[in-house]
């Protein structure tokens, strides 16, 4: 896995699957003896459990991921339909995928590496992504302590991050409703 650039541990990536729309959420990918995803009630389960099929792609636009998070991406986003391939994705993989107890197991089928991006890591993506994850729990809870998460995360967005992260926390503040 790792030449397509997933390593061990969890990846965090563009999960895409097939239905009657093209549905996008980020994932974590679990690479260790075998391949895997766990699965919350939502579309990508649901359609997995119809086609066996989940697309991942690996990028780093940290707009895609968030819009990603909250609602899926149109047609404009992408660079190809058929593997689906988002805009500026480094790498895509095709997987065949069985779900099992709230998991799905992974089994590769094809993949392939579209453009090497070499860069340093950046705390203000790191901390995007973060504040990301308790962003999707927030919607769902309102929990005032992931607020305060959140916007720490914000912080470290707006040291360390390019236009384009804090861009993306802006969005993430639009459709947390932290930002009315
Ligand atoms: C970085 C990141 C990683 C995520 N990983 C997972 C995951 O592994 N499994 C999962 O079910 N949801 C995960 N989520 C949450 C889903 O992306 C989110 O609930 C999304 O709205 C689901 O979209 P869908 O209903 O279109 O499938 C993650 C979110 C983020 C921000």
Redesign the pocket.
């Known amino acids: 896995m790792e030449r397509f650039g997933l390593f061990e541990g969890i990846n965090?990536v563009i999960?895409i699957?097939k239905g009657e729309w093209i549905?996008?959420?980020?994932?974590?990918?679990i690479v260790g003896e075998r391949i895997f995803?766990?699965?919350?009630e939502?579309?990508?389960?649901?359609?997995i459990e119809r086609t066996g099929i989940l697309h991942v792609n690996v990028l780093h636009d940290p707009v895609v991921?968030v819009i990603?998070?909250?609602q899926?991406l149109d047609e404009s986003w992408f660079e190809s339909i058929e593997p689906p391939v988002i805009r500026n994705s480094e790498s895509w993989v095709k997987f065949k995928a069985r779900m099992a107890d709230g998991y799905a197991t992974l089994e590769f089928v094809d993949g392939e590496v579209i453009r090497r991006n070499v860069r340093a890591i950046n705390r203000g993506f790191n901390a995007l992504?973060e504040a990301?994850?308790h962003?999707?729990r927030y919607v769902m809870s309102k929990n005032p302590e992931l607020k305060e998460r959140i916007l720490y995360y914000g912080r470290i967005v707006e040291r360390c991050g390019g236009k384009r992260e804090k861009e993306a926390f802006d969005l993430l503040l639009g459709y947390t409703g932290i930002r009315v």
């Open positions: 965090e999960g699957t549905n996008t959420a980020p994932l974590g990918i995803v766990r699965l919350y939502n579309h990508t389960r649901e359609i991921f990603s998070a909250f899926d992504i990301l994850i962003g999707t």
